[in-house]
């Protein structure tokens, strides 16, 4: 219950404006977006792997390690217009060698690397709905809000 609470947030926006807006933070922290469904309120992504094998073990032994962190997000929309969004981060390790090949994956629990998901994603909300009020419609052809009455 503790991990659910650090991965989820409730946000004041619909469904379609939260998942762009973590999307958009996905991509800018550098993951690779690997599936993006809306109709679902999916999104899958990975961060570039990173070489982990020390020089000695490559060379004496010849085997190779590599790191990743894999992210889930879902989007639940909620009766009072809200969005529930849950983010799950997975560290992954590989390794290669002459045995063969072992993964061992991890979910990452650090509240921490979550806050500072949570943090992006609500500057990006705020740019988001700053830059289109949507209580007020564009002037076709104008960057302008028509006035409302």
């Known amino acids: 219950m503790e991990l659910q609470a650090i991965q989820a947030r409730e946000f004041n926006v619909p ?6 807006s973590v999307m958009s933070v996905l991509q800018d922290l550098g993951y690779i977006l690997q599936s993006a469904d809306l109709p679902s309120g999916f999104i899958s992504a990975v961060s570039p792997s990173v070489d982990t094998t020390p020089l000695a073990e490559r060379l004496i032994i010849g085997s190779e390690s590599y790191s990743e962190v894999a992210v889930t997000a879902s989007f639940l929309p ?8 849950r983010l799950n981060f997975v560290e992954r390790r590989a390794r290669l060698g002459l045995m063969g090949k072992s993964r061992d994956d991890r979910p990452v629990i650090d509240p921490e690397v979550y806050q500072v998901a949570w ?18 419609p564009v002037k076709p052809g104008t960057t302008e809000a028509e006035p409302t009455s």
């Open 15 to 20: 469904r379609d404006l939260a998942f762009k």
């Open 78 to 85: 909620m009766p009072n217009g809200s969005t529930k969004v």
């Open 119 to 136: 943090e992006k994603v609500d500057e990006t909300l705020f740019m988001l709905t700053a830059t289109n009020d949507l209580s007020r």
